[in-house]
């Protein structure tokens, strides 16, 4: 599986797996499934149920293939809708946890999901009687684990499986669900503002800096406006923060 990482409009480094391949052919198949599970109930409700055989057969061709596009319309438009609907899954995908991102760290936009839909044609339709194979070479042949579509779109299929890891940002700080923030007010900082403090209190915890730390404290102190409870202890109060930011930006 290849890595991929995608940064955020926070700056923030995610790093991800690209979707394996059977966990794709598996999304694929149960994908697949639903629109024959979709096809037998219409056609057990139109012929077994409302015994409409009688009506379709005093029909001309045209009108025959135009009831077949307006029943098969949800099948067509079955991978783009769920993409969109369901931010980038489709039932299968949610089932194999993938999951279609934008490798730039935008957020996925219609018109991203319109264009890997429009291009399961060459993907995925284009060489008949080998469904798919167009889509598997370009899978296989990406650094990135990418179809045509997703290269056109800026996308990728990503594996949800493994664990998101983040790369030397202010969220590198965890912090549990029974944590309780000291100070509220360190909303009033940006990203920005926690990754350079953080920065540069490794530095100092690495240096044993401790001139470092007061600077550190002091500056905090002028932006959220609340003296630190740790009386003496400019590390701790600055290792507070920092969690506390995280506490809070994660919680909005």
């Known amino acids: 599986m290849a890595e991929i990482q995608i940064t955020t409009t926070q700056n923030v480094n995610l790093n ?78 949610k ?71 983040v790369d030397h940002t202010i969220l590198e700080e965890e912090v549990t669900e029974a944590y309780v923030p000291t100070y509220p007010s360190v909303v009033k900082l940006s990203d920005n503002d926690v990754r350079i403090i953080k920065e540069h209190f490794l530095r100092a915890q690495a240096k044993k800096d401790h001139a470092m730390f007061l600077k550190l404290k002091e500056k905090i102190v002028a932006v959220i406006e609340t003296e630190p409870n740790e009386e003496g202890n400019a590390a701790q109060f600055i290792d507070t923060v920092i969690k506390d930011y995280n506490f809070y930006t994660t919680k909005m």
């Open 16 to 93: 991800f797996k690209s979707a394996e391949l059977n966990h794709r052919i598996l999304a694929w198949f149960i994908d697949i499934l639903i629109k024959a599970s979709y096809v037998g109930l219409v056609s057990y409700l139109l012929l077994g149920v409302f015994k409409l055989q009688r009506h379709f057969q005093g029909l001309d061709r045209w009108s025959v293939m135009a009831i077949s596009i307006v029943i098969g319309l949800p099948i067509i438009f079955y991978t783009l809708l769920s993409e969109v609907f369901l931010g980038g899954q489709t039932v299968g995908k």
């Open 95 to 165: 089932v194999m946890r993938l999951k279609v991102l934008k490798i730039e760290g935008y957020q996925t936009q219609f018109l991203d999901y319109f264009i890997r839909w429009v291009l399961r044609i060459v993907d995925v339709n284009f060489a008949i009687p080998i469904p798919g194979i167009v889509g598997l070479v370009t899978i296989g042949s990406s650094k990135k684990g990418q179809r045509f579509g997703d290269m056109v779109s800026g996308t990728a299929l990503v594996s949800l499986r493994n664990k998101i890891t």
